[in-house]
């Protein structure tokens, strides 16, 4: 028999569209506009797969997706913001296809979908919660790379599984950590990020864990660790990779076991804090390399996300744009109120090495900068030119690493600083202890930028 599948969408030509291409696939095809015509005939036609729209005209297809929770719905829509994606994936949504329509995406969807033995697995989803909950972990893209994010955050705030960010300096892995935490049914509990770099290494077995009254000099009262503050939210470890080898059996045993001891204690504590961890760094050629413990690793990795850097997902840029100086505009009331295309195409075409965070700083140092409310390309240019010759004195960008490119980077912001820590962390978007781990990694030295000056 041909597998059934009905179209809820109030579009005329999405539903003539759709009916004709999928049943010239060979499927069943049958068409509803409204939510109510809808529910009739999926009582009536009984479909194995349903494509509902976001937007009806007598209900909101979220709404109806509650009613629809037996079937496996795929949503279209125009709406491409993260809000919307994790609500349809956490109300049993199966797919999340964004309008205009692209029929490879599509295809796929219905194969995985109408795969025959495969298990339904929808569920009944949970509401986000208040907006300013949601606020506090608002990502902003639609490209296709960003909806994977937005769906996995979805899937993964139903559930407590340890979860690895992984991805450059900068581009928003802990706004992720955050929108998985404050869409969970832990939302009111603390989250707590903790930067491992930040800390020395003979005080972060402390803050992690705690430590007894007289268990190291200075110890002078007892003191509970992250671990034990959290309760039921949520440890974000950043810059995981900076973890002490000594103490990485430590942190493996609470993952497996949810138990550790302060410093200094006896006794045995248990802590239901979920981890979510992040990485700039490929964990497994530190593995490789004996740097990092492999079934920690393996722990702290049982679900993945990667999340790209902004020069592969360019489409974002504009909608980057529009949030960041929305945000900007609030401390600075209102002061900006237009960027010119020439500016915009600008921003579009730079590789930004910094990521989001470096594209927040061009754009906040340009609405400071600027005389008038719009943003023009004079204004872009300067605050981006000196990163740009680094790729256009020759053609070769695409043909070095990108750790060669960032070292480049990173002494040409020294040498027009001074070596001024403060300055040049605010250009780069990083933290002094961040910064001074790649002058020691790429072994950058104020000899080296001034011999290079006088070659």
Request: proline share 3%; aromatic share 6%; glycine share 8%.
């Amino acid at each position: 028999m041909r597998e059934k599948i009905l179209i809820i969408d109030d579009e005329e030509a999405i539903l003539e569209s759709l009916e004709m291409y999928l049943t010239e696939k060979g499927y069943s095809v049958t068409c509803a506009k409204t939510a109510e015509e809808g529910l009739r005939k999926k009582d009536a036609f009984e479909p194995d797969l349903i494509i509902l729209d976001v937007k009806l005209p007598d209900q909101d297809g979220l709404e109806l997706l509650r009613e629809l929770k037996e079937k496996k719905v795929i949503i279209i829509t125009a709406f491409h913001d993260m809000d919307t994606t994790i609500n349809a994936v956490k109300r049993g949504a199966y797919e999340y296809i964004p309008k205009p329509i692209d029929i490879e995406e599509l295809d796929s969807a219905l194969s995985r979908a109408l795969r025959k033995g495969e298990e339904k697995g929808e569920k009944d989803g949970l509401l986000i919660g208040s907006p300013s909950t949601v606020e506090k972990g608002k990502i902003v893209g639609k490209s296709r790379a960003m909806k994977e994010i937005f769906k996995a955050i979805g899937v993964l705030s139903e559930n407590r599984v340890t979860v690895l960010i992984e991805g450059e300096t900068g581009t928003g892995k802990e706004l992720i950590a955050r929108a998985i935490h404050y869409n969970s049914p832990y939302r009111d509990e603390p989250f707590i990020p903790i930067n491992l770099s930040a800390i020395v290494g003979t005080l972060l077995e402390s803050e992690l864990f705690g430590h007894e009254k007289g268990a190291f000099t200075g110890a002078y009262t007892s003191k509970k660790g992250k671990f034990e503050l959290a309760g039921n939210g949520t440890i974000f470890l950043d810059e995981v990779s900076e973890i002490p080898y000594e103490l990485q059996a430590k942190l493996l045993r609470f993952l497996q076991e949810k138990e550790f001891e302060r410093v200094g204690g006896e006794k045995t504590l248990k802590s239901n804090a979920r981890v979510i961890a992040a990485t700039n760094r490929n964990l497994l050629q530190l593995v490789k390399e004996g740097k990092f413990r492999e079934d920690l690793y393996y722990r702290l990795s049982v679900a993945k996300i990667k999340v790209p850097p902004l020069r592969e997902r360019k489409s974002d840029i504009p909608l980057l744009v529009e949030y960041i100086l929305g945000r900007i505009n609030c401390d600075l009331k209102g002061k900006i109120k237009k960027v010119e295309e020439k500016a915009l195409q600008r921003m579009i075409d730079y590789h930004w090495p910094g990521n989001v965070r470096e594209l927040e700083n061009v754009l906040t140092r340009a609405a400071i900068e600027v005389k008038g409310d719009v943003i023009t390309e004079e204004d872009i240019v300067p605050l981006i030119e000196a990163k740009e010759g680094v790729v256009r004195e020759d053609d070769s960008y695409g043909l070095i690493s990108l750790s060669a490119l960032e070292k480049e980077h990173i002494k040409k912001v020294l040498e027009r600083t001074g070596w001024h820590f403060g300055r040049a962390c605010k250009i780069l978007g990083i933290s002094r202890p961040t910064l001074r781990k790649k002058i020691r990694d790429y072994g950058i030295e104020k000899g080296e930028i001034f011999r290079e000056n006088f070659k």
